[in-house]
């Protein structure tokens, strides 16, 4: 259900991965197969298996989660630098020609490769004499020329596809760097297919921690590209699609590559690890594609649908590229901000519950599934309470401290500021509709989940065209988030009363008694987080990472302290349960 252009498999790793956030889930494929449904998946949720190589799952997700973590901090380190080296205007085009391959990739592998050819190599390795050797390798031999084959038809066909993404009163020498970045980038198609395929193979034999850690590879090279490029060009003078050189587009849409074939290959050596040979093995009659096409339905209308949204988002934004005005880097920035929240907190509340709700909703205990998801969603709101406050308040202060430099103004990271302003409200939504979902998931109701993206979609669009409409062009980016809050807020209320016919009675007024409290207790801390920053150098817009500094560290203590307290004395149930536990730990 995102509106971001990049979808991670870290939430906010700076690497443009199919996130919405997805990784793989193990489901149950006869019940999938059964009631028509098929997994649409979960972020970063290992799939079941019992060749863990005598690891615990303790210590298999404490590598995940400390490698999730490093990738989060470099991802965001190439983003910031990215920003800074090739300023906003290239940075837009940088930023469409990046959408694409992902974009693509998603309609033709992303999701089906969790939804449907995930448990489908688990069946297989628990099922085949070989442990699914050979039929692993007839499916990587398949993928590699399929993969290889829409490859080259989409760099063929890169001038066309650009045409088609770029509006009709887009700035031409964007719209040509575009092309040109593309042609270059493109490729990524190809090894972005095959390092999921990889990942899927070492998921299913129980190795998680090469899959985890290999996009740190990817953004180490793009890093480094950076570093060659001021360098040899400097980080001063505006580069613009006009003057960039045909040398300096080899140079970062090269690396961008280069990024992405490390990484694949960053993943061969923990194939050995696990005991998988691969040897070409062409027999695609033995796959039963027909069964795969037919689990992978409801999977492409769920990526369709978004993806229909995200080329509409760009097409809305190119509009904008060539005025300085915020465009898709800054739309796609500030949308890493919000899926770092999403993914540190709600990710993490969502993981946690899911294998209880399942367990439950195997059992028929819906009152427990109930139980659960009201559990979560008070938590959820608790957690993400004073972040969504800091970055309402301290929105131009953060975008200035993590992105100002180099070609990157002050008025850009201000400008992003005012957009990270707006996608504050989004980011409670935004979790609270994949909590939903979960819990959906835990129902093996994952059809419904595609049915229902359908309307959410609808009013993502319609939102778009209307602000598109509206908006001054300085406004449009914070208008698209502000759609995207609208949709998810949509898609939250469209799922609980879905839910409630379900699974019965969901128990909502003790939901909205906690949301209430937490509203009152984060619009405290606000006031006077607003009141502190009034009194600092520069009020809310700082001229460099200095002031910004000045502004964030006061600012920020402010108002977590005083959420803390207020949620205390309102009787938060979240808060006064971690507050509790600090004072007995400080007791003994």
């Known amino acids: 259900m995102s509106g971001g252009l990049y979808r991670s498999n870290h939430a906010a790793d700076g690497y443009p991965r199919p996130e919405q956030g997805v990784t793989v889930v193990s489901v149950d494929e006869q019940s999938a197969t059964a009631s028509g449904d098929q997994a649409l998946p979960p972020e970063n949720v290992p799939p079941a298996s019992d060749d863990s190589g005598g690891k615990s799952t303790a210590g298999q997700s404490a590598i995940m989660a400390i490698g999730s973590m490093v990738s989060r901090v470099i991802g965001f380190v190439r983003t910031a630098l990215l920003t800074m080296t090739l300023g906003g205007l290239v940075g837009n085009a940088y930023t469409n020609a990046q959408f694409l391959p992902n974009q693509i990739y998603e309609l033709l592998l992303g999701g089906i490769l969790s939804s449907v050819l995930i448990p489908l190599l688990v069946r297989r390795r628990k099922e085949d004499p070989d442990g699914g050797q050979a039929f692993t390798?007839?499916?990587?031999?398949?993928?590699?020329?399929?993969?290889?084959?829409?490859?080259?038809l989409v760099v063929v066909a890169a001038p066309l596809i650009t045409a088609i993404q770029s509006s009709d009163d887009a700035d031409p020498d964007s719209t040509r760097l575009v092309t040109q970045l593309a042609y270059l980038i493109l490729p990524i198609i190809f090894f972005t297919g095959l390092s999921g395929l990889i990942g899927a193979v070492l998921n299913v034999r129980g190795h998680f921690a090469a899959p985890t850690w290999a996009p740190?590879?990817?953004?180490?090279?793009?890093?480094?590209t950076c570093g060659v490029f001021i360098l040899a060009y400097g980080s001063s003078g505006e580069l613009t699609p006009k003057n960039i050189t045909a040398t300096q587009i080899a140079l970062i849409g090269g690396g961008t590559?280069?990024?992405?074939?490390?990484?694949?290959?960053?993943?061969?050596?923990?194939?050995?690890?696990?005991?998988?040979?691969?040897?070409?093995?062409?027999?695609?009659?033995?796959?039963?594609l027909r069964e795969i096409g037919q689990l992978a339905g409801w999977m492409l209308c769920y990526a369709g649908a978004n993806q229909l949204a995200v080329f509409l988002v760009v097409r809305v934004l190119t509009k904008t590229a060539g005025d300085n005005n915020p465009s898709t880097l800054v739309y796609n920035n500030v949308f890493l901000l919000i899926m770092m929240a999403h993914g540190i907190i709600g990710v993490s509340v969502m993981t946690a519950l899911l294998p209880k709700m399942s367990a439950a909703a195997a059992e028929g205990r819906y009152d427990e599934v109930s139980a659960d998801l009201n559990r979560g969603i008070?938590?959820?709101?608790?957690?993400?309470?004073?972040?969504?406050?800091?970055?309402?308040?301290?929105?131009?202060?953060?975008?200035?401290?993590?992105?100002?430099?180099?070609?990157f103004t002050n008025a850009n990271a201000l400008a992003t500021g005012t957009v990270l302003t707006v996608a504050a409200f989004a980011v409670l939504p935004l979790s609270l509709s994949y909590l939903c979902t979960y819990a959906f998931y835990s129902l093996q109701g994952n059809k419904t989940v595609a049915l229902i993206n359908l309307p959410v979609v609808a009013v993502r669009i319609g939102a778009y065209l209307v602000l598109a409409e509206v908006l001054k062009p300085a406004l449009l980016a914070a208008g698209m988030t502000a759609?995207?809050?609208?949709?998810?807020?949509?898609?939250?209320?469209?799922?609980?009363?879905?839910?409630?016919?379900?699974?019965?009675?969901?128990n909502l007024g003790t939901v909205v008694s906690a949301l209430i409290r937490v509203a009152i207790a984060a619009g405290i801390a606000a006031a006077l987080g607003l009141l502190v920053l009034h009194f600092l150098p520069g009020s809310g817009a700082p001229d460099g990472r200095v002031q910004a500094l000045i502004q964030l560290i006061p600012t920020g203590a402010v108002i977590l302290i005083t959420y803390l307290a207020a949620a205390y004395l309102l009787r938060v149930r979240e808060i006064t349960q971690v507050v509790g536990m600090v004072r007995r730990k400080i007791g003994r």
Request: without cysteine.
């Open 483 to 506: 759609a995207n809050g609208i949709s998810y807020l949509v898609s939250a209320l469209i799922s609980l009363a879905v839910l409630r016919r379900r699974i019965g009675r969901l």
């Open 137 to 152: 390798q007839r499916l990587l031999t398949f993928a590699v020329v399929s993969l290889g084959i829409a490859t080259v």
């Open 257 to 288: 590559l280069l990024g992405m074939v490390v990484q694949a290959l960053g993943l061969l050596p923990a194939l050995r690890k696990v005991g998988f040979q691969f040897r070409w093995n062409w027999a695609p009659r033995s796959l039963g």
């Open 378 to 407: 008070k938590l959820t709101s608790a957690a993400l309470a004073p972040i969504v406050v800091i970055y309402a308040v301290l929105g131009a202060p953060i975008a200035v401290f993590l992105f100002q430099g180099a070609r």
């Open 216 to 224: 740190i590879l990817n953004n180490l090279v793009v890093i480094a």
